[in-house]
T-cell receptor, first 114, second 114 residues
Framework: ETGVTQSPTHLIKTRGQQVTLRCSSQ?????VSWYQQALGQGPQFIFQ???????GRGNFPPRFSGLQFPNYSSELNVNALELDDSALYLC?????????????FGSGTQLSVL | AQSVAQPEDQVNVAEGNPLTVKCTYS??????LFWYVQYPNRGLQFLLK??????LVKGSYGFEAEFNKSQTSFHLKKPSALVSDSALYFC????????????FGAGTRLAVHP
């Protein structure tokens, strides 16, 4: 397995609510990225955190926010949910060892907004 | 705008026959190129990557990909398809190198028939 665990696996929310998705990575994985995969689409980059600081963001509004914690876990928060936020949310963490970088994806959280 | 195109929504191939899944990209500079596979209810699994060097890259499960700079293509290939190869395949690029801020194509569904 990848060592990247996401919770919950499935979630149902209503429009206007707020949601927090969680990701747990292996020790030493200093970089975590979040992606949104809408039905029938490829994943889209939301943002990336490195050592608890955001260091890159895709074309997503500010109501998408994140946190990365010292214990290699992270969160994706989405406020004021919209119907179009329904998607699979993927967390990916990476580390570098001896000049080699590796990236691992979690299995995702399927969010349905009604 | 930077983008990745996978022109085929679905590729059908008979077991034992060679397969090709196409990918073209529009990214400036010298991006890293990747192929990932996604099985139902699973995250993305890394197949292979191209950084520099030999244009033919070998990856996991017998897959390989051919980089063509003049055509900005990175087609995925396998000499002999297996039914178990049936899945969703994504081509991705990293404009800045490494695994950062990947741009994914929309995906191609591969169906291998017995």
């Amino acid at each position: 397995e990848t060592g990247v665990t996401q919770s919950p696996t499935h979630l149902i929310k209503t429009r206007g609510q707020q949601v927090t998705l969680r990701c747990s990575s292996q020790s030493g994985h200093n970089t975590v990225s979040w992606y949104q995969q809408a039905l029938g689409q490829g994943p889209q980059f939301i943002f990336q955190y490195y050592r608890e600081e955001e260091n890159g963001r895709g074309n997503f509004p500010p109501r998408f926010s994140g946190l990365q914690f010292p214990n290699y876990s992270s969160e994706l928060n989405v406020n004021a949910l919209e119907l179009d936020d329904s998607a699979l949310y993927l967390c990916a963490s990476s580390y570098q060892s001896q000049g080699v970088e590796k990236l691992f994806f979690g299995s995702g959280t399927q969010l349905s907004v009604l | 705008a930077q983008s990745v195109a996978q022109p085929e929504d679905q590729v059908n191939v008979a077991e034992g026959n060679p397969l090709t899944v196409k990918c073209t990209y529009s990214v400036s500079g010298n991006p890293y190129l990747f192929w990932y596979v996604q099985y139902p209810n699973r995250g993305l699994q890394f197949l292979l990557k191209y950084i520099t060097g030999d244009n033919l890259v070998k990856g996991s499960y017998g897959f390989e990909a051919e980089f063509n700079k003049s055509q900005t293509s990175f087609h995925l290939k396998k000499p002999s398809a297996l039914v178990s190869d049936s899945a969703l395949y994504f081509c991705a690029v990293s404009p800045s190198g490494g695994y950062n801020k990947l741009i994914f194509g929309a995906g191609t569904r591969l169906a291998v028939h017995p």
